[in-house]
């Protein structure tokens, strides 16, 4: 049981480049987020996702698109990075209403848009 | 618009000593308040309180939430340098609070140890 996993761990990115970061869970948990975290911001929602083939905006969705063709796999695809777009990328995980429900982290993907 | 507010923001203490950190929340539909301590990597997870006044205790950190006072603070007694980190508050509404989600997550408080 792998929990959330995220890659790539580290990237660099020149202006207008595209790529896709990669998130996966093999806890079969319903939902899925990915936040990002500027340094003394806190963490602010980009999109998340209730079920598989079903997601929303977040509060920062702007540069930003997602997918969710299946229940473990949720990336998220910048098409024309931006510099303002450089941030470390969290994706979670959480199983539907539990009483106890906490949201499961991946390590993180820090990116750097130059 | 929901909001969590943490203060203070940054707090550099020396071994040994007690802290206490603040976190308030106005929020539409409030359903638990979580505590997440973050180091280099992910956070992670401390305490979940959903009950008023029932103190949750591990080790040497505590947490109490107050609903009369929209509040939650978190203490570490005896601090070490190990507990230098970003320390995190997080909001769960009870349900999907529009574009924000369901966790709202304030800016964190940062903590320094020094030995």
């Known amino acids: 049981n792998a929990g959330v996993t995220q890659t790539p761990k580290f990237r660099i990115l020149k202006i207008g480049q595209s790529m896709t970061l990669q998130c996966t869970q093999d806890?079969?948990?319903?939902?899925m987020y990915w936040y990002r975290q500027d340094p003394g911001m806190g963490l602010k929602l980009i999109y998340y996702s209730v079920g598989a083939g079903i997601t929303d905006k977040g509060e920062v969705p702007n540069g930003y698109n997602v997918s969710r063709s299946t229940t473990e796999d949720f990336p998220l695809r910048l098409e024309l990075a931006a510099p303002s777009q450089t941030s470390v990328y969290f994706c979670?995980?959480?199983?539907?209403?539990?009483?106890?429900?906490?949201?499961?982290f991946g390590p993180g993907t820090r990116l750097t848009v130059l | 618009e929901d909001k969590v507010v943490q203060s203070p923001l940054s707090l550099v203490v020396h071994e040994g000593d007690t802290v206490t950190l603040n976190c308030s929340y106005e929020v539409t539909n409030f359903r638990s308040l979580l505590w997440y301590k973050q180091e280099k990597k992910a956070p992670t997870f401390l305490f979940m309180l959903t009950s008023s006044g029932i103190e949750k205790k591990s080790g040497r950190l505590s947490s109490i939430l107050d609903k009369k006072e929209l509040s939650s603070i978190l203490n570490i007694t005896a601090t070490q340098t190990g507990d230098s980190a970003i320390y995190l508050c997080?909001?769960?509404?009870?349900?999907?609070?529009?574009?924000?989600?369901?966790?709202?997550f304030g800016k964190g408080t940062k903590l320094s140890v020094k030995p």
């Open positions: 997080a909001v769960v509404l009870a349900d999907y609070g529009g574009s924000q989600g369901n966790l709202i």
């Open positions: 806890m079969n948990h319903n939902y």
């Open positions: 979670a995980s959480s199983e539907q209403h539990r009483v106890a429900d906490t949201q499961y």
